[in-house]
């Protein structure tokens, strides 16, 4: 290991800094790998501070580099590194990140004969949490020790903390060097999502004033911006003058960059430049992200004109025809992902026939695509098991995701795989393990934990109670530990109802059973142990073997009673006949299960967790015994319209089913309580996604939440019979699961009646929520289909705009009078959700605004049945998904994807529609889709 000559230059310089790896106030987090403790220096380049890595991974060992590679003109960072000879895979934490964001992350290597081997690994593996972000291999950047390898990605962090995890795959023992990560406003680079991340393959400034590398303060971004000069084949310009920057600009380019080009030395040349494809071991044949940014430098006379054709490859019409949008604005051109895939690429750029001025190019930047859609272990379950971890402090491979991949799941614990959801931790063995301190509640924690072995640990304190509420846990091994108190309540009556096994054997201090523990405690003498002790014991068994009895006997009970098909009576005739539109038993059957109050209580966990309120009562969270996540909705005892709604609810549900309505497990009807038992809906209502500012919905999401919705709604118009009308569709009835699969609930207010007998319920009370209550049913009182749609409709306009029911800016208005205003004026802009920031098919976009003005069409009968619009949901979302088609880098769901090119720029961006590649399949607004105030 090389001395640390230069730490003593610092500490003489007296600037060591407190620090720690939090991150600044634009959110970078700058990591300098190998550093002493706690240790930080301020870069002298960038003016950024870099902290030391210590506390941010818990293996590895810091070495500095050879004196021999100390190089006065390299950064510090590369100094010092941490090299992990030990374990498969080695990780950092970082924290404090904001989750669904996008951050460009940074990794810098350089061996520099760190180890006195003088032979640099051969190759190592690097993941963005549980996703491949690169192969470092170091001979890319040249066998030289002395070359600094930088890799680059831009990604969307799923969770606010993320883990960067080096993976030894037998090419030598993996070191870093440093670690940068840098947030990005969330409209740069679109092409990134939570699905593709975009791996930086080159970016090179053209005409760099004494080939300086341009990065931070200049790039506020930090992304650095290479160069190099090639004075035999292109002249340089640059000016001082100022780059206008526009909104809009996906890829702000820095004014520093866009200062300086290059143009052909020789007027009818041109300008040439690639890349060759960097095959991945998941990715053989990757797509690429090309951006070419332009700006006219020159102030242009009278009849000048820059005007050239770019050519990728042999595609001569790759961008024919281009002009920088004008003196000192900003444009780009892109290639897209889809691009036929060649062993390399060069863009060849040349003046036209009649262009004036040779071409010129002001920056470049390449990336390739690596995927995202690797889930990580279920985040509950993963936080649990590091805290465990940090707990007991527990070695063995405890690093990274504990059960993701499968191949490099944690030692002593076993997850279960399913395909729908993210890995659950299943198992822990964490027998002689040399376990301290008392058992953390953090194994309470692990909600689908089916079997817990701390036997033969030190472990001491008191049993918690909480393990009794894991309903999957049915193993516990506590023996061997120096445990104290007794067994508590909870575990016992599990232990008693069977439902759980406790090995607590060779604990000296544990007691069983609540008297015995006093009188144990106290009486140390030996006719306590003699005597009193074997007593206990046998009073003890018996005691059990007679609460065994009992229970088992009450279980059967109980069993017997859930096996009966249970009826509920209706509280009124009126009840019947709307319900059954009048052809009906007067008895109606439920086959759910049926739960009683006090195992709701269990469920619950005493009703500790709200997850939302309705007009009838509180929704809890809960458990079942096999640990599947449900919703309680539990009838407050306020509410007398809630009998009646309740019974409404249970009924529909018990005879409908249907993917896209909610699914009821069970109800409880227990003396004066009430509750309807759901599948958990773990992402809400649709209502928190719009109203949100955190995540937003994108727009492919948005458009299955719709096409659901609407399948959710036809089923009850078209597949029930007699029909439902649901009578309150809105973005809080529609709920969403992990998948973001949308499902109807609330059928509170639901309604049957008879199409063919116009047996039309007549009720003298409007119900709904204001905003999207049908006008016609206003006026006649008589709700029909019609009434669902007219809501729907709303629905629709809200997951356009990302604007509620009612807009309270600038004045209060109906969503539907705001959509129409703006529309008249042609102004689509104006009306979508620019949380979107641009993703989507405009025609698409469009479609769904016509489709949704439709179903609010004052009168009934101009207005589609959700079947219509179920048909017409299908088609845009197939338009929408036609534009990846042809996406073959996997997982995509990326909506730029499919651009073959784009170009704007500060002068163009408002005129796309010009743009021949794009514009042609353009339908411009308000020409044939009757959307004026006047069209009916
Ligand atoms: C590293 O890259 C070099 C040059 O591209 C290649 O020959 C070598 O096989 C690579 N090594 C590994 C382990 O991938
Ligand atoms: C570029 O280098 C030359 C010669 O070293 C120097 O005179 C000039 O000031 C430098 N220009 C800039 C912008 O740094
Ligand atoms: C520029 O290129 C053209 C065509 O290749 C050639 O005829 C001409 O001589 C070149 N001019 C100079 C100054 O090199
Ligand atoms: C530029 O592209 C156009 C359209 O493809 C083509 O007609 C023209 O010949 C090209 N000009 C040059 C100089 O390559
Ligand atoms: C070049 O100019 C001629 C005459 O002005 C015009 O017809 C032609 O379209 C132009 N070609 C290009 C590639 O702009
Ligand atoms: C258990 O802990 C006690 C007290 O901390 C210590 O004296 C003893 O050596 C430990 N035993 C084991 C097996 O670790």
Known sequence: MAPRWWLLILFLGGSVLQASSQPNSRGFISIDCGLMGEESYVDDETNLLYVSDAGLTDTGTPYDISAEYYRPWRSRNVRSLRSFPDGARNCYTLRS?????????????????YDGLNKPPASF????????????????????????????AIVVVPHDLVQVCLVNTGGGTPFISGLELRPLKMSLYPQATAELGLFLLTRQNFGAINETIIRFPDDPYDRIWDTWSRPTVWKEMSTTERVDSFDGDYFEAPMAVLQTAIMPLNDSGSIRFGWKAEPQPNNPSPGYLAVLHFVELQVLAGNALRHFNISLNNDQNWFPGYTPPGYLKRGYVHSSFTYPRESSY????????????????????VFSVITTTNVGTESQDASA????????????????????????TWDSLNCSYATASPPRITSINLSSSGLNGDISSSFANLKVLQYLNLSNNNLTGAIPDALSQLQSLTDIDLSGNQLNGSIPSGLLKRIQDGSLNLRQGNNPNLCIGDNSCQLAAKTKSKLAIYVILPLLVILVIVSVVVLVFFFQRRRKQQQGSMNNRTMIKPQNEEEMSTSHGGASDSLWLVENRRFTYRELEMITNGFERVLGQGGFGRVYDGFLEDG???????????SKQGVKEFLTEAQILTRIHHKNLVTMIGYCKDGEYMALVYEYMSQGTLQEHIAGSERSLRWRQRLRIALESAQGLEYLHKGCNPPLIHRDVKATNILLNAQLEAKIADFGLSKAFDHHNGNYISTNTIVGTPGYVDPEYQATVQPTTKSDVYSFGVVLLELVTGKPAILSEPEPMNIIHWVRQRLARGNMEGVVDTRMHGGYNINVVWKVAEIALK?????????????????????????????????STGGGNNDYSSWNYNAYGSGQSTDVSKNAAFGTELRMPTVGLGLAPAAR
């Open 97 to 113: 990140l904001v989750s669904g964001l996008k951050y460009l992350f940074r990794a810098t290597f350089l061996y520099g004969n």
């Open 346 to 365: 060069l863009f060849t750029i040349k003046a036209t026939a009649n262009s004036t001025l040779p071409p010129i190019i002001n920056a470049y930047e």
């Open 125 to 152: 593996d690097l993941y963005i949490g549980v996703n491949f972000w690169t192969v470092v291999n170091m001979s890319w950047w040249g066998s030289d020790q002395d070359n600094t390898a930088e890799v680059e």
């Open 628 to 638: 599947t996540q449900v919703a309680v909705k539990l009838r407050s005892h306020s």
């Open 385 to 408: 098991a590091m805290a465990i971890k940090a707990r007991y402090k527990v070695q063995k491979n405890w690093m990274g995701d504990p059960c993701f991949p499968k191949t490099m």
């Open 855 to 887: 179903c609010t069409a004052q009168e009934s009968a101009q207005r589609p049945t959700i079947a219509d619009v179920v048909v017409q949901l299908q088609e845009c979302l197939e338009l929408e998904e036609g534009r990846t088609r042809d996406f």
